[in-house]
Every structure is written in C-alpha cells, then in structure tokens.
C-alpha cells in the first residue's frame, strides 16, 4: 500500500477512483465534443484556448491563461468547471489573501479539547485561482504542495486532495500594477499557459447579441460526470509514445537549456507534461498513438513559461521576452530531425 492510499484510508477519502476500464476512441470525442461545445458556448472565437484547456483538464495538469483584463479569462476557466460534475471552488487572489485561506487551517475545539482540521478552498476537484498574481509570493506559495504532490501538509499531518485536481489559474500580464510575478517554482508546475487575445470583429458582434440580456455561463450544465473524466484521463494515458517519439522531445527539451537566447531552458517536468499533454491531443485526433506533430503543436504554450529569455533576445524581439521565447522555441522545432517512422510501430 502506497502513503498516498494509506492516507486515504485513514481519513476516508477516496484519493483515487476505481480502476476504470478506458474508453474507445468514439466515446472519448464524443465526451470531448461536448466540454468543447460546452467552453464555444460562451468563449466567441477562440477554438485554440478552448482546445487547449480541454487538453489539459484530461491531462491532469494544470492551466495558466494570462492575458490583460476583459478578455475572457475567468469566463473560460469557469466554463471549464460547469462542464464537469467536479465540486469546485474559486479563490479570488488578493493582497490580504493568507495561506491557511487557500489550504486550511487547524482550529482548537474546545468542547473536544483537540485541534481540528478546516479545509481550505483549495480542497476541491477543479479550484479556479482568481488573478493569482495579485496575492502574495508567500500565499501563492501555498499552492506548491497542492499542484505537484496532490496533498496539503499542516501540523505534520498530510491530507490528500481528491482525484482529478486541476488549478486553472487566471493572471493579468506582470506589467500591470498590483501584482507579483509568479515565481519559476509556480509557474513551472502549469501544464500550460495560454492567452485569450482579443477577438475578431465578427466574434465581438455576436458577444453583443448574446449578452445582452443574460450570460451564456448561466445556461451551462455539466456535460461529463467524475467517472468520465477519470476515464478519459485513463484513455488518454493509454495512448501509445514510440521511442523515436520520446527522444524527439527530449532532443527539443534539451535543445532549450543550450539556446543562446534563453537564460533558463525547460525543466524535467515541462518534459513530462509535453508528452502528457500529446497523448490527450493524439486521442483527440483519434489515435492510439502519439505523432511528432502532436508534440510540435503544443512546444509553444507546454514550454514557453517555464523559459526565461535573456535580456538582449527580450529587447531585440518587438514583442518582449514572450515572443522571442515563442519564436524560439519555433526555431528549435524546425532544426530537430523528426522521426521518419511516424506509425506506432517506431
């Protein structure tokens, strides 16, 4: 027995489901067809953010969506929690926000003449950090644990959280005042981050007739219970990775901590999360098997965050240091030999 399900079975949560049998391939698009006609519902316009937050919920990662203020963000992330039967909680980041908010704290019961444990928020199956980068480093800090280990640690007792348990948080750009940077310990424990953007013309149109008299967010049902979401997680780690394919992503991962224009390259765990992340797409592509072009789409927003550029590639690139990371890692994928054999035979 594992701590983790040893844990569990001393403070009876159910750490992990049952095992559950993976789903065919028609089953696991026709669960995703409708989180993603669930998030097009009220996000106008942008098929890549929503694929890729589908990506990563059935990855078991967790998101970052940053972009500037009123372009949807929040609006995303919390479609992305209706469209499941998960309990959910958002935490709105704020300067004054404390760490024992976030993951609970032990309160002395005087009747039982013993400390009890209160859950913080962050006890939940999807928690939706709010602006995360408004609160403090050390109450940003309080996520750590929770992101990479799945538990919450106080007063030398370990309490596990609940499977799935995905962070989408939700960041203005660091420029903006009142707010701290996400440190490369955070933001290297994201899957992925991607930016809303605004939108065209014809999509900010339809916005208008939508909402004007109510919000598309309060006709959103859950499309997909807990047990469906666990076995689509299941399905999506069943997809088959060849050799040939894992060395490609090494090669391009190693290739970011020798870049001349990076002062830091992509970490071990942004090499996990881009295999993990392909797996998902293959099967959204219906197939068994992960192509080099699965890895190729998601290079971009599974490694740009976990990169730091140097100072003269951020003042030379005319989009700062995110696009010359972009651009880049872009380069990097161009100039690494794929695989020849792309069947699942490599």
Known sequence: MTPESTASALTGTQNAPASNAPLTLAEFDEFAGAIMANLESVIDGKTEAATLALIVLVAEGHLLVEDVPGVGKTTLAKA??????????RIQFTPDLLPSDVT??????????????????????IVIADEINRASPKTQSALLECMEEGQVSLDGTTHPLDRPFIVVATQNPIEMEGTYALPEAQRDRFMARISMGYPDAAAELSMLHQRELASPLDKLTAVV??????????TARSVYVSRAVESYVVSIVQATRVHPEFRLGASPRGTLHLVRAAKVLAALNGREFVVPDDVNELVVPVLAHRIVATRRAASDSRGGGSQAIADALRAIVASTPVPLNRSRSV
């Open 80 to 89: 992305l929690a209706t469209s499941v039967g998960c309990s959910v909680a």
């Open 104 to 125: 609970g704290v032990s309160i002395y019961n005087q009747v039982d003449h013993a400390f009890e444990f209160k859950r913080g928020a962050v006890f939940a199956n």
């Open 225 to 234: 219970d807990k047990q469906q979401l666990h076995a689509m997680i299941e």
